[in-house]
């Protein structure tokens, strides 16, 4: 069974810019979470989305936003990025929603992006 | 809000035993996790402890709960190189899942 793919890899834009990160869950996973984790941070939850719908947000401001698809995969989008915001975004999947269960994360390889 | 936290540096020698602690401060907390993360990589689920067990043990690693302190520990047995990694503790209560800022551990040979 494939893990969670995020694409992509690393990533590199300038302030100001906006910014799409994809991620495909595990087969058959219906609950993808994203973070943000910077050094001496930790992660930092951004948001939850289940069904297509956002289950639980982060305190993160409105520049940061999410969708999902049908087929469960989903994409982060961060529009006029800041310095700030260079980190690494990593999602995980769940079989089932994190608000409502104690579903184990598997998490993807992250995306590094770096705003300059 | 509530807050997840943890030493961020710890260093072994190998052979040694790794004792990794947590504090949160959420005692509605169901579940209590250890993720850990290799150079590079997302966090991969180690273990985890319901908030009604004092103990589990998995091969070389222990977990340790004092609900009363909200303390959360990960002792990890004779350490080896490939135990260099971060380690990140989790709790989940009925809202979402929040992370401690992780503790980097360094096993020297």
């Known amino acids: 069974k494939a893990g969670v793919t995020q694409t992509p890899r690393y990533l590199i834009k300038t302030r100001g810019q906006q910014v799409t990160l994809s991620c495909s869950p595990i087969s058959g996973h219906r609950s993808v979470s994203w973070y943000q984790q910077t050094p001496g941070q930790g992660l930092q939850f951004l948001f939850e989305?289940?069904?297509?719908?956002?289950?639980n947000k982060g305190n993160f401001p409105g520049r940061f936003s999410g969708r999902q698809f049908s087929n469960s995969r989903s994409e982060m989008n961060v529009s006029t990025l800041e310095l700030g915001d260079s980190a690494l975004y990593l999602c995980?999947?769940?079989?089932?929603?994190?608000?409502?269960?104690?579903?184990?994360?598997?998490f993807g390889s992250g995306t590094q992006l770096s705003v300059l | 809000g509530e807050d997840v936290e943890q030493s961020l540096f710890l260093s072994v020698r190998e052979g040694d035993s790794s004792v990794i602690n947590c504090t949160y401060t959420?005692?509605?907390?169901?579940?209590l996790y250890w993720y850990k993360q290799e150079p590079g990589a997302g966090l991969q689920l180690l273990t985890y402890?319901?908030?009604?067990?004092d103990m589990k043990q998995d091969q070389r690693l222990t977990v340790l709960l004092n609900k009363k302190d909200k303390h959360l520990s990960l002792r990890i047995a004779d350490t080896q190189t490939g135990d260099s990694a971060i380690y990140f503790c989790a709790e989940h209560n009925n809202n979402d899942m929040r992370f401690g800022a992780g503790t980097r551990l360094t096993v020297k040979p």
């Open positions: 959420d005692s509605s907390s169901t579940y």
């Open positions: 995980a999947s769940s079989p089932w929603t994190v608000v409502a269960t104690n579903e184990k994360l598997f």
């Open positions: 989305y289940f069904s297509e719908t956002q289950r």
């Open positions: 402890i319901f908030s009604n067990m």
